[in-house]
DNA sequence: ACGATTTGCCAAAACGTTTTAGTTGGCTAT
DNA sequence: ATAGCCAACTAAAACGTTTTGGCAAATCGT
């Protein structure tokens, strides 16, 4: 009868892990046994499964995991694959992805391998780990149109999951909202209300998420008989910065303009006192919409500026990412696609349509 | 003579990756051979390792890594533990941080395996990562005095390396600016100005960064014979949000106060319009001075209220982490404390005082 | 009572590397 | 000629698991 020992105290007094043949031994059975009752098999005896997880909880053997994965051929790591542009991480979508990842891998027991890689060594990087073995399968973050790291990919047979589409998503995993669907009804909404000049002040066009906001507003006019130029573009590099007081201020500018979208909450918040002091247009106040990705401490209704928004959680959007991989590794599943909900609050005054309705068949099922 | 295959189709061709027994069949060799040749010994021909090296490239060859780990005792893997507090990824001061680690990782040849466990279960997840030998060592951020994992980890004998100091400093892999040292200088650089009531806006003390803030500008008024209340202390959990805005708010109320230290410039820039638009106090401004992280799109001399400032990088913290750790892992170093460099920059008007004479003998070489 | 089935356990192989402890054959020194 | 040495290679063990295939004893059905 050995006395029970703080398990990092056997750490510590062995210099190296407990394994599974210390339990062995201590147990007087065989690897075999061991591992097949802590793994649940059902050839072992009740008292015989008892007295090895016992012995196991006593000692703090925990399964080397090295060896597992080695002949599992299976890693439970996912990599984050990210360009070494330091703005990225100081990005609160980003963060907000990131988090709902994190906390989805942590239920789904896989770990998060986050890594940078220089701009023209993307593909590289991403064949390395594809080649070593080190994880299961890729998150894609931010996709462009005809993705190069999307064909590496599908080219290796690697499992991966892309937050966002690009054309050939039929093919693989991915989460997204309605970029497309839901620009579009903004951009219908505002029309419906009068305004014939809009902004739209809209992120980094060479990421698709973007290019197909444009896209919907783009098409919203046109379907309403409007000109080319009912919508004035702005683009944003990055939402943190003075992108946001500065387009901001360019859209207030055109005093022909009435209305404006914003892509991100946080480029609405940078432009937030001019808007708040901006002079009325043609006897109303200027209109503003937003998308609202549901970010921590940026919560659109709670500010004094009224604001219509479509909102949709980027912090789920990461959860499902990672829900996905595991479905397409850990249950064979094939890859499917995840459309994560949004909602739309419309401040009174403006909801003079339905924003069900607008959008015509032809439109239907568009991704850009 | 095979003909050149494109990698990937080597990859799909076979199912599976390629291995070492490839290349020995290929090349006849034993894997022995292989092995040494790629891994740079002499007692390989420099014919043979030409082919050796020729082939792997060819078959687009890397060593399946869950293999290497489990033979080499060694992963190169890091494991950066968070609370899963979704707060936290919305720092961009943690996102500084890691992407300064992440750069450094890339450099060292690490992986940096991010993960977020549930509020009580902090230590059994560092646990987990020890006994299950997926990682060489941790990353602590953000330590408390008397830290639980900073202990956890000392008993364990796993390397780790701390941002930031705590008692025990002397005796783990640190790496950390001079919160005391800089925080000291800033208040008696104020008290030399003629401030006698000043505000601190500091971030959380339950983490010594900010404790050992506070400690520095209460002994700065001890030294400078000045009462107790000197100095007028404002606390914030977090630097996003409003928190920067209100505590200003507070402190302007109190019209005793003559001059404000702000812990983080994302608090000063929350608080900004009030600074700007702030009356004087006994005829002069308000006084403003601010620790700088160096955080991108956030530069302290663009702004046009003129502020005095301590800078210090948190990016090159970032890449000192993973430096020691690989110093630590890599090397067999003894652990070591890194000290980031800062620099003041104070504005004509405050520089009535040599900043580098305010810290008493007495006073040196403390962590807080 | 006895063959068939079930229960509970185990030896050995496999995963893909690195490392140890060689072996072989050719060259050098005497 | 031959002992000694060096250059170039390799067989086998080891890392710590999971899995395959099997075996002995206990239980069951008739």
């Known amino acids: 009868m050995e006395k029970p020992r703080k398990p990092s105290a056997v750490l510590a007094a062995l210099g190296r892990s407990v394994t599974i043949k210390d339990l062995a031994a201590e147990l007087g059975l065989s690897i075999t046994t061991i591992s097949r009752a802590l793994n649940g ?176 507003v783009r098409d919203a006019a046109q379907d309403a008989g409007l000109p080319e130029d009912t919508f004035v573009l702005f683009n944003s590099s990055h939402p943190m910065g003075d992108a946001g007081f500065t387009l901001t201020a360019s859209a207030l500018a055109d005093r022909e303009i009435t209305a404006i979208i914003y892509s991100s909450i946080l480029l609405l918040m940078s432009g937030y006192e001019l808007l708040m002091t901006a002079p009325d247009r043609k006897g109303r106040p200027i209109a503003v919409a937003t998308m609202d990705d549901n970010l921590r401490h940026l919560d659109p209704t709670r500010l004094a500026l009224r604001v219509s928004f479509v909102r949709s959680s980027l912090h789920d959007a990461g959860a499902a990412l990672i829900a996905e991989l595991s479905r397409q590794c850990d249950e064979g599943r094939p890859p499917s696609g995840t459309m994560i909900p949004s909602v739309f609050q419309i401040i009174p005054g403006l909801d003079r349509t339905s924003i069900d309705e607008t959008l015509p068949v032809h439109r239907r099922n568009r991704i850009g």
């Open 41 to 216: 098999y059902s050839d072992v005896g009740e008292k015989t499964r008892r007295r090895v997880t016992d012995a196991a909880a006593r000692l703090g053997y925990h399964p080397n995991r090295n060896a597992q994965r080695l002949v599992m051929q299976r890693t439970h790591n996912v990599a984050w694959v990210q360009t070494d542009n330091e703005l990225k991480y100081l990005d609160p979508h980003f963060a907000e992805v990131m988090a709902g990842a994190l906390g989805q891998a942590r239920v789904l027991n896989y770990d998060i391998v986050l890594t940078s890689h220089a701009i023209d060594r993307e593909i590289p990087t991403y064949d390395r780990y594809v080649r070593d073995n080190s994880v299961d399968g890729f998150i894609v973050d931010l996709p462009r149109e005809n993705d190069e790291r999307v064909t590496y990919l599908m080219d290796t047979g690697r499992a991966f999951v892309v937050h966002g589409r690009e054309r050939r998503c039929d093919r693989y995993g991915w989460v997204d909202m309605d970029n497309y669907g839901n620009f579009y009804r903004l951009a219908r909404l505002l029309i419906a209300n009068g305004h014939r000049r809009i902004a739209l002040i809209n992120g980094d066009e060479h990421f698709n998420y973007a290019l197909y906001r444009h896209n919907a």
